[in-house]
């Protein structure tokens, strides 16, 4: 890290968001205070796609982000406090820690820029930002709904087709929080758990169904089958996922692979090292995040397995785009240098 300041990450915990607002934070050189956000409702959700339209930013609509600054104030002497015996009301007492608590929004704090990731920050991030004199706000995915203009910044999926304008900045694939630190660590537990050889390594990578994808043990034999006849001599390794039908880790448990990782019986995760020992790497194409890492890192050649269904969804064209440049049935990696050099000309930094 940089000694730019700090930002404030809104999480609505969700590893896969939350993750790339910390790499956001570090591509920004900055370090970084999580905290919780949600709406109250639904409802409350709704409310804040029409509240952001008329001009209308409050943390009311929210829950987390008044708890966390009125936490910080409980720890600050509050003015109006009772004395000698004197005793405030609970009301006269909530009142004053909710005037110190805008108090804190309105100082100037050392974290003067505001992240998040996903439907359930955007409206927090922009609300934050106004609180707080000269913070400025970024969010990573495209906050379709919301006003643009009232982003600082917004990193943005290409997949996402987003607006052609001042403060957005196209990324062609998910963040990633990883660092080198992290798959040296990642490489050095794989190579507990496996002695054998790796400069032919080939890894692949199941993830599971969803509701732009399918997976079904006949159509994961014929892809297995295709693997093991293209990489003969090759030390072909695996991991399943949580998500991965339990007939399909049967069926992948049932081929004579180098290394297995099946999720059900084990979740140690070999991933790190696959990225980094591979020369080739096949991924689930519902795997975004999987496809992102490995199209980031190492030196692998990227397959997109492709269990997608039909039709023009943001998973087909995340997958296209990628394949378009390089990174999927390549081994062109993405780099993103100059998409955060203008995320920090556009955040002050």
């Given at each position: 890290?940089?000694?730019?300041?700090?930002?404030?990450?809104?999480?609505?915990?969700?590893?896969?968001?939350?993750?790339?607002?910390?790499?956001?934070?570090?591509?920004?050189?900055?370090?970084?205070?999580?905290?919780?956000?949600?709406?109250?409702?639904?409802?409350?959700?709704?409310?804040?796609?029409?509240?952001?339209?008329?001009?209308?930013?409050?943390?009311?609509?929210?829950?987390?982000?008044?708890?966390?600054?009125?936490?910080?104030?409980?720890?600050?002497?509050?003015?109006?406090?009772?004395?000698?015996?004197?005793?405030?009301?609970?009301?006269?007492?909530?009142?004053?820690?909710?005037?110190?608590?805008?108090?804190?929004?309105?100082?100037?704090?050392?974290?003067?820029?505001?992240?998040?990731?996903?439907?359930?920050?955007?409206?927090?991030?922009?609300?934050?930002?106004?609180?707080?004199?000269?913070?400025?706000?970024?969010?990573?995915?495209?906050?379709?709904?919301?006003?643009?203009?009232?982003?600082?910044?917004?990193?943005?999926?290409?997949?996402?087709?987003?607006?052609?304008?001042?403060?957005?900045?196209?990324?062609?694939?998910?963040?990633?929080?990883?660092?080198?630190?992290?798959?040296?660590?990642?490489?050095?537990?794989?190579?507990?758990?496996?002695?054998?050889?790796?400069?032919?390594?080939v890894g692949v990578i199941v993830g599971g169904p969803n509701k732009?994808?399918?997976?079904?043990?006949?159509?994961?034999?014929?892809?297995?089958?295709?693997?093991?006849?293209?990489?003969?001599?090759?030390?072909?390794?695996?991991?399943?996922?949580?998500?991965?039908?339990?007939?399909?880790?049967?069926?992948?448990?049932?081929?004579?692979?180098?290394?297995?990782?099946?999720?059900?019986?084990?979740?140690?995760?070999?991933?790190?090292?696959?990225?980094?020992?591979?020369?080739?790497?096949?991924?689930?194409?519902?795997?975004?995040?999987?496809?992102?890492?490995?199209?980031?890192?190492?030196?692998a050649e990227v397959v997109a397995l492709d269990n997608l269904k039909?039709?023009?969804?943001?998973?087909?064209?995340?997958?296209?785009?990628?394949?378009?440049?390089?990174?999927?049935?390549?081994?062109?990696?993405?780099?993103?240098?100059?998409?955060?050099?203008?995320?920090?000309?556009?955040?002050?930094?």
């Amino acid at each position: 890290m940089t000694n730019n300041g700090k930002a404030i990450v809104l999480t609505d915990g969700k590893a896969g968001h939350e993750n790339q607002s910390k790499a956001f934070a570090r591509a920004l050189g900055l370090d970084f205070q999580l905290v919780p956000v949600k709406f109250k409702s639904p409802f409350h959700k709704m409310l804040s796609y029409l509240f952001d339209r008329i001009g209308i930013r409050t943390l009311g609509l929210l829950q987390g982000i008044e708890m966390f600054f009125n936490a910080e104030a409980r720890n600050r002497p509050l003015r109006g406090f009772a004395t000698r015996g004197e005793a405030n009301t609970p009301s006269e007492a909530s009142a004053e820690r909710r005037r110190e608590s805008e108090k804190s929004l309105t100082g100037q704090p050392s974290s003067q820029v505001i992240i998040g990731t996903g439907s359930g920050t955007f409206y927090a991030a922009k609300s934050l930002a106004r609180k707080i004199s000269g913070a400025k706000c970024g969010v990573v995915l495209y906050p379709r709904g919301y006003q643009l203009s009232s982003f600082d910044c917004i990193l943005a999926p290409t997949f996402d087709n987003p607006a052609k304008l001042p403060n957005v900045v196209e990324i062609p694939a998910n963040l990633v929080a990883n660092d080198a630190d992290f798959y040296e660590k990642g490489v050095a537990a794989f190579k507990e758990r496996y002695q054998g050889a790796t400069d032919n390594l080939v890894g692949v990578i199941v993830g599971g169904p969803n509701k732009c994808s399918s997976m079904t043990v006949e159509w994961m034999k014929s892809r297995l089958d295709e693997i093991f006849a293209a990489n003969k001599g090759a030390q072909l390794c695996v991991t399943t996922s949580r998500r991965t039908p339990a007939e399909v880790e049967a069926l992948v448990d049932s081929y004579p692979w180098n290394y297995k990782l099946i999720y059900s019986k084990d979740h140690f995760n070999p991933i790190p090292a696959f990225v980094q020992l591979a020369k080739r790497l096949y991924v689930t194409a519902e795997s975004t995040g999987m496809l992102s890492e490995a199209c980031t890192f190492g030196k692998a050649e990227v397959v997109a397995l492709d269990n997608l269904k039909p039709g023009p969804h943001k998973f087909r064209r995340f997958v296209e785009n990628l394949r378009q440049e390089g990174y999927v049935d390549g081994c062109r990696k993405v780099d993103l240098s100059a998409e955060f050099a203008r995320a920090r000309e556009l955040m002050g930094l």
